[in-house]
């Protein structure tokens, strides 16, 4: 049975919704209707309890989705449920005017109730995972992940890449941290990640899903291992490279210019020298780095040495650091190194500062360059080989940097340490345990993950694989004459359902038929309703876009009556036909909201919105229409007036 | 037998801490002093490294599968089954007891009652009481029954007593009995296994810093203020404005006050710089002009970007800490020496935003700060198997270090606790 209920939030509501009308002009869309004065409180619960069975379709018009579906989700016996906030969407920002109000809530149950009609049971993920994880690089956080692993009862394969060398791994990453406690820390844990098996070689290949990867390794020997695994973590190392200083300073050219890995054994064999230090302007250094500069050239002028350091910008975590250096007698001078000249046996450095032409000569006994850091030379490869995403720097992406910083493009592999970026023993050690967590997680997973899907009709589809393309999840893959779904990988987004040109792919739930009755149905009740009124249609993706328009609701932000959100998984789901549809059915505006630049929660909607949008408009504009009619804009929390500043009207 | 932790501190770092616990089959007990959670973050609006908003918080496995972050309206933290949060709440002491803690914690009273109240607002509304609002820069108000800002979790009001003329409107609009004027402040006792400190930072209102004259001139402001004012539901809604109530189209920023400094604060706040040039990029945007006076800028690599808009958007960057900021004619003038031209300046501008320290909350605070080490920053071990730290509680940091490090602990006192699948 199909019913409806009403919430009064604690009788507050009918002040601005005529909720009489709305109970008389809807009544026989539903088989019941029934209103309460608290529906999320627990009286209301039992008492939805009590009304609903397993087979019913409701609408429940009440706060929003993201406040009640919650309890609700947990006590509904139907999954055949449709939210409409009557109270974010609709009281709470238009307040001036209950009639139009009302209308468009009763517009907007009106959706919901066909929105309902076309709802499915969600689809269960086979969650089946390999309890065994492969770690790539063995340096300080793979041995991290490798240690916190195998405490955990984690079977862990630690892969070292070919050129891997332990024995002067330390050595080499002296920028993370002095080198008795990078030593005693990776002796600690090659103590305790014993219980990993290590490997020498290279990932060649990689198959399967995430909780189910089978990765093929070309072992050191030759051989070839298949190797089957539930997670990847990637904690391969950085290489250090001469910076573009290197030229000028005469790098490679005399044995007196180093980089800055020598200055301690040139520093150790003699003292009272003069040594000029440079950073190089075009590099942005880390904090482990600036940290390590200032170890070293502390060092350096301790054993007697006179210390002078061409800085722009020094980063540290460790203010210490920079306090002990000065205090050593280390001189800092801020410039660049512009133009060394060889005098006998010194240099005769000058710097230039680069605002104002100021220049200052020295004469020094030796140049030391601050080197870069890069990721490991073999990163690119690797990283196609898992269909990894680099960033500009080459290392590793990650899937979002505020709040996922072990999470890579791709489900189920992950990143640690270095991989990342240059960083120092602390925040290493941060990192892998962070990926070592996630991994973790991942095992022990238990209960169920639900979600609609998309479906793909065989008939249909051309094989164009523009799907496999578009899912930013590699959850569909073309597998001889078909294409075939990974419900594990699968985010439920239905980017692939406007990726497709056929139209073969149905997003269960969702399905085209669902979208374009829902949008007739409100053009012709809006007409019926409100007449010549115009009207908008704002698509929300229903992450930050839909926590936006709540937010108006919170924050009193109001924008015209007549303006109605449908809720997409995704922004990216959207296509050019429900954007037309929208405007077919005699919308003045077709708002496609998506998330913030960069920060679709399913990695591409944003962008993707924004260039079917942008096709749209071309579209209109070479048939003669006003193309300004549909526009694409971000929309989150913390802006909740950007409903207000999106919806207004034109005349 | 399951096992408990007690995370003291509802900021960033303590949520996520708290969330990854739960998950992992942890009871916790989370334990924060304000109405709200969020700590700094309910401040800042929109955060650096990706531009949304502060008050996201990682998906939990248990809620929404783990897989998106979502805002804190949506229930993450107040609906899931083995998370407690006591707000208002303070720790009043810890004793050590067989395996674990005893721990007594103290709760004010809200006068709302959190597992009756649907947040219709009706009681705000009726609400005669206008009082000054702690959120708002430039004389915003609030009522006696208030909700510190929109996005604040828990939803419930809550009603500050010391303003409240116990009228009882509110009361009689709420139909679902949700308010208790005379509610009790209450006791409880928690036995524990582990404590975990995520007491966090607070921006140090730069009162006492030398030279700089916060206290004279209200155009003098810290960057948390200047964030609320960047607030569009703030009480400027998003206008950038003067004591004047002018709009104000020049602004100059100060680094480091107050903190690299012997006499003050000794440390580098690590994410002063990076919040600037975010501030500096917003106020740019508003077409306002930027001038950042620092001693070095210090950028993580996740937001470079950031450096790189500042200057492609045209903030003006002088290398030298002033010396001071004055008021001349009623405009704060900032008085540097450019250390790169060696010449004094003199910028004359309607608004300065200091940089000022960010200083551990858990300092002063009895059975916390016995954990607390150098500048009052605890380890992330504090005793092994039993207290634990993360987030800015173990020095002062950015959001994405303190949910790495956040996750770290939380992993590690799996294992402690745990031991293993
Ligand atoms: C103006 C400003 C702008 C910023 N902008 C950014 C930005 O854009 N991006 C970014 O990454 N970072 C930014 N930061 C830094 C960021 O706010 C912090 O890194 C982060 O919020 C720290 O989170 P936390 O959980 O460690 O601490 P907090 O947010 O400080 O949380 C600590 C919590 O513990 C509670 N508490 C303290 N003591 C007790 C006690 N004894 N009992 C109970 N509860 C207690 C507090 O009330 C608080 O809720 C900014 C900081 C400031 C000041
Ligand atoms: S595009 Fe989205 S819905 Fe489609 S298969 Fe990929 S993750 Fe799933
Ligand atoms: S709207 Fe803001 S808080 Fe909500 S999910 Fe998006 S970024 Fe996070
Ligand atoms: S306390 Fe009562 S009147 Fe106030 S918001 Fe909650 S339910 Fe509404
Ligand atoms: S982060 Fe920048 S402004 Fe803040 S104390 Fe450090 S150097 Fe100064």
């Known amino acids: 049975m199909k019913k409806l209920f009403l919430c009064t939030c604690n009788k507050t509501l009918n002040k601005w919704l005529d909720l009489e009308r709305i109970q008389k002009e809807i009544g026989s869309t539903f088989e019941s209707v029934k209103v309460h004065d608290a529906l999320c409180l627990e009286e209301g619960l039992a008492f939805l309890d009590s009304e609903v069975s397993k087979d019913d379709a409701i609408v429940i018009g009440a706060c929003t989705s993201q406040i009640i579906g919650v309890p609700l989700e947990r006590r509904l016996k139907t999954e055949q449920v449709s939210f409409v906030p009557i109270r974010e969407h609709v009281a709470w920002v238009h307040k001036e005017d209950k009639k139009s109000a009302t209308n468009k809530a009763i517009i907007l149950l009106q959706d919901g109730a066909i929105h309902v009609n076309h709802m499915e049971p969600k689809t269960a993920v086979d969650l089946q995972i390999e309890k065994k994880i492969l770690v790539v690089g063995g340096g300080l956080a793979g041995l991290k992940v490798a240690s916190d692993l195998v405490q955990l009862g984690v079977e862990v394969t630690l892969l070292e890449p070919p050129e891997f060398n332990k024995d002067d791994y330390v050595e080499k990453n002296q920028f993370m941290a002095d080198s008795s406690t990078l030593k005693d820390t990776v002796n600690g844990l090659l103590a305790t990640s014993k219980g990993a098996k290590k490997l020498n070689g290279t990932v060649t290949s990689l198959s399967g899903r995430a909780g189910l990867f089978s990765v093929i390794i070309k072992l050191d020997d030759g051989k070839e291992m298949d190797l089957l695994v539930g997670a990847i973590v990637v904690a391969t190392h950085t290489e250090q490279s001469a910076p573009s200083l290197a030229k000028t300073s005469l790098y490679g050219k005399s044995e007196n210019s180093v980089l800055i890995s020598e200055l301690a054994t040139l520093a150790s064999n003699k003292s009272g020298k003069t040594i000029l230090v440079a950073q190089d302007p075009t590099y942005h250094e880390s904090d482990a780095e600036g940290s390590y500069l200032l170890r070293e050239v502390t060092q350096a002028a301790e054993k007697g040495n006179t210390v002078i350091v061409a800085h722009f910008n020094i980063y540290t975590k460790d203010e210490n650091l920079y306090r002990k250096a000065r205090e050593s007698g280390v001189i800092f001078v801020r410039g660049t190194l512009e133009k060394v000249d060889k005098k006998k046996d010194q240099f005769v450095c000058r710097l230039e500062n680069t605002l104002e032409s100021q220049v200052r000569e020295f004469t020094v006994d030796y140049i030391v360059l601050q080197p870069e850091r890069k990721p490991w030379s073999g990163t690119r490869k690797l990283a196609n080989t898992l269909d990894l995403n680099l960033d500009q720097s080459g290392f590793i992406k990650t899937r979002y940097s505020k709040m996922k910083p072990v999470q890579t493009s791709k489900r189920g592999i992950f990143i640690a340490g270095n991989a990342k970026t240059p960083m120092n023993l602390n925040d290493a050690l941060a990192s892998a345990s962070n990926a070592s967590l996630e991994v973790f997680k991942n095992i022990i997973a238990e209960g169920e993950r639900k979600g609609w899907i998309p479906v793909i009709d065989e008939e249909q589809c051309d094989l164009c694989e523009a799907c496999v393309n578009a899912c930013p999840n590699d959850a569909l893959r073309r597998d001889e004459d078909l294409i075939k779904h990974v419900p594990m990988n699968c985010e439920f987004c239905g980017i692939c359902v406007s990726a497709c040109p056929t139209r073969a792919i149905e997003f269960q739930s969702h399905k085209k038929d669902s979208w374009l009755a829902r949008i007739e149905a409100i053009g012709a009740n809006h007409k019926k309703l409100e007449g010549k009124k115009p009207f908008t249609l704002v698509y929300a993706c229903s992450e930050c876009a839909n926590a936006s328009i709540d937010q108006a609701g919170f924050t009193g932000k109001g924008y015209p009556t007549g303006t109605y959100v449908l809720q997409f998984p995704c922004a990216g789901m959207v296509s050019p036909i429900e954007i037309l549809k929208g405007l077919v059915e005699g919308a003045e505006q077709v708002i496609v909201a998506h998330c913030p630049p960069g920060g679709c929660h399913h990695q591409t909607g944003d962008h993707l919105s924004e260039l079917v949008v942008k096709f749209t408009q071309d579209m209109l504009t070479s048939i003669g229409q006003d193309p300004s009619r549909i526009k694409a804009t971000y929309m989150i929390a913390a802006l909740p007036n950007k409903m207000q500043e999106e919806v207004a009207h034109r005349g | ?421």
């Open chain 2, 1 to 421: 037998m399951t096992k408990n932790a007690v995370v003291i501190g509802a900021g960033l770092a303590g949520i996520q801490v708290s969330q990854q616990l739960t998950d992992l089959g942890i009871t916790i007990h989370l334990i924060e002093k304000e109405p709200i959670i969020g700590g700094l973050s309910t401040y800042l609006g929109r955060v650096f490294p990706t531009g949304d908003c502060a008050l996201c918080l990682d998906a939990s496995n248990e809620m929404y599968d783990g897989h998106h972050r979502k805002c804190q309206y949506r229930g993450l933290v107040t609906e899931k089954k083995n998370l407690k949060l006591y707000t208002q709440s303070e720790v009043k002491s810890i004793t050590e007891a067989d395996s674990g803690f005893k721990i007594s914690i103290k709760s004010e009273p809200r006068y709302v009652n959190l597992d009756r109240c649907v947040v219709c607002l009706e009681c705000i509304d009726v609400c005669d009481v206008e009082v000054a609002d702690e959120y708002a820069l430039r004389g915003g108000t609030r009522k006696a029954i208030y909700r510190p800002i929109p996005q604040g979790v828990p939803h419930a009001p809550l009603i500050d007593l010391e303003h409240c003329t116990k009228c009882g409107k509110c009361v009689d609009v709420c139909k679902v009995n949700a308010i208790d004027l005379e509610e009790k402040e209450s006791s409880k006792t928690i036995n524990t296994d582990a404590v975990i400190i995520a007491t966090g930072v607070e921006e140090k209102i730069p009162l006492d810093f030398p030279g700089y004259e916060y206290r004279t001139s209200d155009d003098i402001i810290s960057h948390a203020e200047l964030a609320r004012m960047l607030d569009p539901t703030g009480d400027t809604n998003g206008v950038v404005t003067t004591s004047a109530g002018d709009v104000v189209s020049k602004v100059t920023m100060v680094l480091c006050v107050g903190s690299r400094d012997k006499t003050a604060f000794e440390y580098c706040s690590q994410a002063c710089c990076t919040y600037s040039l975010k501030h500096a990029e917003m106020l740019r945007e508003l077409g306002i002009d930027v001038t950042i006076c620092y001693m070095d800028i210090r950028v993580p690599n996740h937001s470079f970007h950031y450096l790189e808009s500042s200057i492609e958007k045209g903030v003006k960057f002088i290398r030298g800490k002033p010396d001071k900021v004055v008021v001349r004619s009623g405009k704060p003038v900032t008085v540097v020496e450019d250390t790169q031209s060696q010449k004094l300046m003199q910028i004359e501008s309607d608004l300065v935003v200091l940089a000022s320290p960010l200083a551990p909350l858990g300092i002063g605070n009895d059975p916390v700060s016995a954990f607390l080490g150098e500048y009052g920053f605890a380890q992330r071990v504090v005793k092994e198997r039993k207290v634990y730290a993360c987030g800015t509680a173990t020095g002062p940091t950015d959001i994405p270090t303190s949910i790495a490090e956040a996750n770290a602990v939380a992993l590690r006192v799996y294992s402690d606790l745990k031991g293993g699948i």
